[in-house]
């Protein structure tokens, strides 16, 4: 039984070349304890912030992208309105073209002159329309050719009343929605 007591107060005895517990220096414990903790800390921080960047950066690109998005889409919104009756046109200006050959015919009676001033009417108010929706006519007769809005389809020689590159004859109008042309002009132009 003694030698139990030896052993159990050797347990507690510190070796005797051991240090004091008061020989320790705490503060530098406690400062080394508190790097050692920090140098982990700071690798998530840093990830953390990483990945933070990351979000940030991919949420402002979003951002942008809605803008343009919006903003192309308003813009083609602006142009289908803008351009919403050039299929309309196309498709009205032979019969545009009918009612102005009508107009041309002589008539020599009462009921031929009748039936002339009916068609004037629905050929000004089929104009009327057109103007109102933007639809005009290209100006051609004795303007400079322009191959964006004539289409040239005979040339005849140039003289003092015609210079070269202008537009001598209109066989059949052209117009334009804004500034689209819907229609090129055919004309005769002097070379």
């Keep these: 039984m003694s030698e139990e007591k030896d052993y159990q107060n050797s347990a507690h005895t510190p070796p005797e070349d051991a240090p004091d517990e008061q020989d320790l220096p705490h503060e530098d414990a406690e400062e080394q304890a508190a790097a050692d903790a920090a140098e982990p800390a700071e690798a998530p921080n ?28 308003r813009a083609e919104r602006e142009q289908a309105a803008k351009y919403r009756s050039q299929d309309l046109g196309k498709a009205i200006l032979p019969a545009l073209d009918n009612l102005e050959r009508a107009m041309e015919i002589e008539v020599h ?40 809005v004539h289409q040239a389809v005979q040339t005849m ?31 005769i132009v002097a070379q």
Excluded: C, W
């Design 109 to 148: 009676d009462e009921q031929g002159a009748s039936l002339k001033k009916g068609i004037k009417m629905v050929l000004e108010s089929l104009q009327s329309g057109l103007l109102n929706e933007g639809i005009t006519e290209i100006p051609a007769l004795g303007e400079a050719f322009d191959p964006q």
């Design 157 to 187: 020689p140039a003289d003092e009343d015609h210079p070269a590159d202008t537009v001598v004859e209109v066989l059949q109008k052209g117009y334009q929605l804004h500034d689209r042309v819907l229609r090129a002009a055919m004309v």
């Design 46 to 73: 840093e990830d953390l912030q990483f990945k933070y960047d990351e979000l940030e950066d991919k949420y402002l690109r979003a951002q942008a992208e809605i803008a343009n998005i919006i903003k192309r889409n």
